[in-house]
């Protein structure tokens, strides 16, 4: 009688490789997040850009090229023309969203309260602390060593959930700020974990988005352009629906 031990699956080389990387970005954005929310860092906007501007350098030293973390020149009239039109359609939308009485509540956020705040952190703050060094980490370096571990399926899975967990931390004073959120989901601890996981739906969600963005054009520019359209344009709405509305 013979007994055969189970044959362990066989990772080739390069797919090994790409398992170690995956391991290493994934580690890195769990400490960059706990360190920019949870410790004295938290008060410094440049934790993030410095912690994933290092993290560009790992890739760098893995092997990944500018072409697979879509900072290419070659693409990036591509992305561009994505870009402008991700964020003509994000204006329509919010300012739609902004007309209608129904819905104008829910930009009332206390962060972008007077015009002022809202256009530095539209044109300053979102961009370099958030919307470049996420979509660096998330649409460049993740998303390379996602497909090259498992193909377009998995960069797409799991980038995007991987983008809604990013956001759980960012999340939790998300209903003391929003006087619609508080208003419709209350402002005890049930209502901040119910906000907390409606903005991971909803951040996985645009992350699907933001992935076939990258994925279309090849470049990280067009994302980059959604992204910032998506948070730049909800603080300016937010500043008018305080300021004139």
């Known amino acids: ?24 970005l994934v580690g890195s954005l769990a400490i960059i997040n706990s360190l920019a929310h949870f410790t004295e860092l938290a008060s410094y906007r440049s934790t993030v850009p410095l912690g994933v501007a290092a993290m560009v350098l790992l890739a760098f030293a893995r092997g990944y090229t ?12 591509r992305g561009a023309r994505w870009a402008g039109i991700s964020m003509a359609a994000v204006i329509l939308v919010v300012g739609a969203g902004l007309a209608l009485p129904l819905t104008r509540e829910f930009f009332l956020n206390d962060s972008y309260a007077t015009l002022r705040r809202a256009l530095l952190a539209a044109l300053v703050i979102i961009p370099l602390q958030t919307v470049v060094p996420e979509e660096l980490a998330f649409r460049g370096m993740l998303h390379a060593s996602l497909a090259r571990l498992g193909g377009t399926k998995l960069v797409f899975g799991a980038g995007s959930v991987l983008f809604g967990l990013w956001h759980i931390s960012s999340s939790l004073g998300l209903t003391a700020s929003n006087a619609g959120l508080s208003g419709l989901l209350g402002s005890g ?3 901040t974990w119910i906000g907390v996981g409606l903005a991971v739906l909803a951040t996985a969600g645009a992350g699907a988005v933001l992935t076939w963005l990258r994925h279309h054009t090849d470049s990280v520019i067009a994302p980059i352009g959604l992204h910032w359209a998506l948070n730049a344009t909800g603080a300016l709405a937010a500043a008018a629906a305080w300021t004139w509305l």
């Not at 009688?1 to 290493?24: E, K, N």
């Open 1 to 24: 009688m013979f007994v055969f031990a189970a044959r362990r699956p066989h990772l080739s080389g390069s797919r090994r490789s790409a398992l170690i990387d995956v391991a290493l």
């Open 66 to 77: 500018p072409q697979a973390m879509g900072i290419s020149r070659a693409t990036l009239r």
């Open 189 to 191: 601890s049930l209502g």
